[in-house]
C-alpha cells in the first residue's frame, strides 16, 4: 500500500491526482522498489501539460517521473542480478512519482552505497545530459565554456563536470544565484539585453552550452560562438532546431554507459546537486509548479 501520484488527462497540476494503492504481486522480469527519493525534472511538467505528447505519447492514466531510487521489496522468479534489499536507481519514461512500484528489472541500476538516495535519484536526467553535452562539444582543459542557465540541475552537472575537466566556466543566473554559481567554480554573468557584451568583456568563449533554451539564449550563442559544432543545448526548441544547435543526445540506448560515467563522478564528490527543498510526495503538485515557474536551484525531491 502506497501513494501513488497519477493523471487522468494532460493539464497543469490540478490534474495531479494522489491516490493511496495496493502494489500487485511482481509479474515476470519484474522488481518491486520502495522508493526513498523521486527527482523532479521540467520533463515531468513537460509530459504532464501534453507539450510532449506527439514524440512521448502516453497510455493514460499514467503516473510522471523518470528518475528515483529506493529498495528493493520483490522480484520476480525469473528475474537474476537483483535481491530483496539491494539500493537501485530507477531510470525510465514515468512511473516514478510513487511510494512503490513493480519495474522492469532492465529500467534498474545498482545504487552505489557511498551515494545516498536523493543525488542517487537525481543523477540520470540532469547528470547524463550534461555528460553527454560536454562529450558532444568536446570540451578541453583550458577552455572557456558558457552555461546558459547555470543555476537548475543540469547547469550545475554541467559546470561541476566542465571545471573538473579544467576549463573555465561561465554562467548565466539570475542576480540572486550569482553566489550560488560562483560556489560551484563558475563566473556569473546575468542574462537578457547585455549578455553578449559581458561575456565578450570577460574574453569570450571556446564552447557553449544551453541548459535552458528560448530565443534569448539562443541568439546569444551565435553571436559568441562562429562554429556551432561546440554548442549544444539540453532544452531543444524551434529557436535551436532553427539556429542548427544539436541536442546534448543522451539517448536511453546509451543511457548504462552515461551513468556509470556520471555514478564514477558522484562517487569522487565531482558531482553533487543541491537540493533546493525536499517536498512529500503527496505534495507534488506543489513541486510541479515550483518546476514550472523555472527558477529551481539545484533540484527538487520528492520524498514518499
Ligand atoms: N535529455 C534531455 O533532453 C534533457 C535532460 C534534462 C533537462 N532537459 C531540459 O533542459 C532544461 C533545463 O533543465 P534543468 O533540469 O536544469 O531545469 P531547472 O533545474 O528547472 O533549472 C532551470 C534554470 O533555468 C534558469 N533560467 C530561468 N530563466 C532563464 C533564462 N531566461 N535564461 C537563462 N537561464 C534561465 C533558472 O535560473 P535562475 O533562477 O537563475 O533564473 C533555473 O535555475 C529544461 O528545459 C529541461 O526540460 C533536457
Not at 27 to 47: C, F, H, L, Q, T
Not at 50 to 56: I, Q, S, V, W
Request: aromatic share 4%; net charge negative.
Amino acid at each position: 500500500m502506497g501513494t501513488t501520484i497519477c493523471f487522468d488527462d494532460y493539464g497543469d497540476s490540478s490534474v495531479l491526482r494522489v491516490r493511496e494503492e495496493e502494489t500487485p504481486p511482481v509479474n515476470a522480469g519484474e522488481v518491486r522498489v520502495s522508493y526513498r527519493a523521486i527527482a523532479v525534472n521540467p520533463a515531468d511538467w513537460k509530459i504532464v501539460s501534453g507539450y510532449a505528447r506527439d514524440f512521448l505519447p502516453l497510455q493514460l492514466p499514467a503516473v510522471p517521473g523518470n528518475e528515483s531510487a529506493g529498495v528493493v521489496t520483490a522480484v520476480a522468479p525469473d528475474v537474476t542480478g537483483f535481491a530483496v534489499g539491494d539500493e537501485v536507481i530507477r531510470v525510465g519514461l514515468g512511473n516514478s512519482y510513487r511510494a512503490e512500484a513493480n519495474v522492469p528489472a532492465a529500467e534498474l541500476l545498482s545504487k552505489p552505497a557511498d551515494i545516498d538516495f536523493e543525488q542517487a535519484a537525481s543523477l540520470a536526467v540532469a547528470g547524463c545530459s550534461a555528460y553527454a553535452g560536454l562529450e558532444r562539444i568536446a570540451l578541453q582543459a583550458g577552455e572557456t565554456l558558457l552555461v546558459h542557465g547555470g543555476a537548475g540541475g543540469v547547469g550545475i552537472a554541467v559546470t561541476q563536470i566542465a571545471t573538473h575537466l579544467g576549463a573555465k566556466v561561465i554562467s548565466t543566473a539570475s542576480a540572486h544565484n550569482h553566489e550560488f554559481v560562483a560556489g560551484l567554480g563558475a563566473t556569473p554573468v546575468t542574462y537578457g539585453p547585455g549578455l553578449v557584451d559581458e561575456v565578450r568583456a570577460l574574453g569570450g568563449v571556446d564552447a557553449v552550452f544551453d541548459a535552458h533554451g528560448g530565443a534569448g539564449c539562443v541568439a546569444a550563442t551565435p553571436a559568441l560562438l562562429s562554429d556551432l559544432t561546440r554548442a549544444t543545448t539540453a532544452a531543444q526548441d524551434e529557436h535551436s532546431a532553427a539556429a542548427g544547435i544539436a541536442h546534448v543526445g543522451a539517448s536511453m540506448a546509451d543511457m548504462g554507459r552515461l551513468m556509470a560515467a556520471v555514478t564514477d563522478l558522484a562517487r569522487e564528490g565531482v558531482v553533487r546537486f543541491p537540493v533546493q527543498e525536499r517536498i512529500p510526495l503527496a505534495e507534488a503538485a506543489r513541486a510541479f509548479d515550483i518546476s514550472r515557474a523555472g527558477h529551481v536551484r539545484g533540484k527538487l525531491v520528492l520524498v514518499p
